[in-house]
Antibody
Framework: QVQLQESGPGLVKPSETLSLTCVVS?????????WGWIRQPPGKGLEWIGT???????YYNPSLKSRVAMSIDTSKNHFSLRLSSMTAADTAVYYC????????????WGQGTLVTVSS | EVVMTQSPATLSVSPGERATLSCRAS??????LAWYQQKPGQAPRLLIY???TRAANIPARFSGSGSGTEFTLTISSLQSEDFAVYYC?????????FGGGTKVEIK
């Protein structure tokens, strides 16, 4: 049973860069599938951030593209998100998820991690 | 970007009754649409993909229909565990986009 677990700082200062990691267990990410990040501001809806293939191909939301970078480390079986120039508007629960094959919906999700942007 | 609009924002339903949730796309997404359920403090859970195919282990009381720009999620007989927020997501076009959600609450 594949499981995903996000980790990272719960608090980030304005203008800093957020770094989150998603550890995958029960499945080798080098075997296939694509992997994604989605966020949800408190009390609001879901926003897709980006998706990455096990081979390193990336697809980003244009609204965040200039600030986002995703990477994958198959040796550690995890993938990561970096979001630069953080502002209060980036305060949200950040979820990592597995994208189904071969379609762009998400069939497994991590529990999410709340990131607050505040000085 | 394809804008997804869900209605109503809140749906009050009694246990055992039928719930019908709507999702509209700003342009055709064919049948490339998923539905998710989210309970408080939890991650979303995939219910339906390809507009009408139930995901693994999803009860038969959940059904999806529609194509093009109009989609419906129907819960045939609401159980206590079904009170939650439901989101639709199109994956026909980049960027992937979600609807604003419909909260199904106990009447």
């Amino acid at each position: 049973q594949v499981q995903l677990q996000e980790s990272g700082p719960g608090l980030v200062k304005p203008s800093e860069t957020l770094s989150l990691t998603c550890v995958v267990s029960g499945y080798s990410i080098s075997s296939g599938y694509y992997w994604g990040w989605i966020r949800q501001p408190p009390g609001k809806g879901l926003e897709w951030i980006g998706t990455m293939s096990h081979g390193g191909n990336t697809y980003y939301n244009p609204s965040l593209k200039s600030r986002v970078a995703m990477s994958i480390d198959t040796s550690k079986n995890h993938f990561s998100l970096r979001l630069s120039s953080m502002t209060a508007a980036d305060t949200a629960v950040y979820y990592c998820a597995r994208r189904s094959l071969p379609e762009n919906y998400f069939d497994r999700w991590g529990q999410g991690t709340l990131v607050t942007v505040s000085s | 970007e394809v804008v997804m609009t869900q209605s109503p924002a809140t749906l009050s339903v009694s246990p055992g009754e039928r719930a019908t949730l709507s999702c509209r796309a700003s342009q055709s997404v064919n049948s490339i649409l998923a539905w998710y359920q989210q309970k408080p403090g939890q991650a979303p859970r995939l219910l339906i993909y390809a507009a009408s195919t139930r995901a693994a282990n999803i009860p038969a009381r959940f059904s999806g229909s529609g194509s093009g720009t109009e989609f419906t999620l129907t819960i045939s007989s609401l159980q206590s565990e079904d009170f939650a927020v439901y989101y639709c997501q199109q994956y026909n076009n980049w960027p992937l986009t979600f609807g604003g959600g419909t909260k199904v609450e106990i009447k």
